[in-house]
């Protein structure tokens, strides 16, 4: 079956990165995209850009552009996100989902930005 | 960047239906938009429920379906049930990059 896992929460304090990861199983991990997507607490979704599992080219919301890169790793079936930068709005729950009707969604990484 | 918009809050009584709308900033919401509905229940991650305008996935209810209605994309629920409760995001497509709308909190009571 379909599989996306994310890595566990991270506690960071502003001004540094995190990365986050995403494994697939139970798929072609080459044959679809794979999307980010936060929640800061309380709020709704946002969504923060894309990586073409199989070419690795990426785009993402003009919000992000110059702080987030997006990688994968095609041998090993993961896709990461790294953000730079971070502030302490930058505290949120992220999620990498599957592109081609979104029907699979990983659980979901909290990332705390606290000094 | 598109703003993406929903109704804040919405009420339905059980065994009622209620229509969701997602506009745009833009113009009018067409199939090009690729309108996604999301659900979301407290503490758990989003699920979809409709892709591509009305595609359903294998478990949407039967009692939701998506539509294009005077310019947005909609999402019906006919038949409420209480298990329906949760927020509801629509999602747009804009020539590759993606806008989620506020999302409407949808009560049924």
């Known amino acids: 079956q379909v599989q996306l896992v994310q890595s566990g929460a991270e506690v960071k304090k502003p001004g540094a990165s995190v990365k986050v990861s995403c494994k697939a199983s139970?798929?072609?991990?080459?044959?679809?995209?794979i999307h980010w997507v936060r929640q800061a607490p309380g709020q709704g979704l946002e969504w923060m850009g894309w990586?073409?599992?199989?070419?690795?080219?990426?785009n993402c919301a003009q919000k992000f552009q110059g702080r987030v890169t997006m990688t994968r790793d095609t041998a090993i079936s993961t896709a990461y996100m790294d953000l730079s930068s971070l502030r302490s709005d930058d505290t949120a729950v992220y999620y990498c989902?599957?592109?081609?009707?979104?029907?699979?969604w990983g659980q979901g990484t909290l990332v705390t930005v606290s000094s | 960047q598109a703003v993406v918009t929903q109704e804040p809050s919405l009420t339905v009584s059980p065994g009622g239906t209620v229509t969701l709308t997602c506009g745009s900033s833009?113009?009018?919401?067409?199939?090009?938009?690729?309108p996604y509905w999301f659900q979301q229940k407290p503490g758990q991650a989003p699920r979809t429920l409709i892709y591509?305008?009305?595609n359903k996935h294998s478990w949407t209810p039967a009692r939701f379906s998506g539509s294009l209605l005077g310019g947005k994309a909609a999402l019906t629920l006919s038949g409420a049930q209480p298990e329906d409760e949760a927020e509801y995001y629509c999602?747009?497509?804009?020539?590759?990059?993606?806008?989620f709308g506020g999302g409407t909190k949808l009560t049924v009571l």
């Open positions: 989902a599957r592109d081609h009707g979104w029907g699979y």
């Open positions: 139970g798929y072609t991990f080459t044959g679809y995209y």
């Open positions: 990586i073409n599992a199989n070419s690795g080219g990426t």
């Open positions: 833009t113009g009018a919401v067409t199939s090009g938009h690729y």
């Open positions: 591509d305008t009305s």
């Open positions: 999602f747009l497509c804009y020539d590759s990059t993606w806008v």
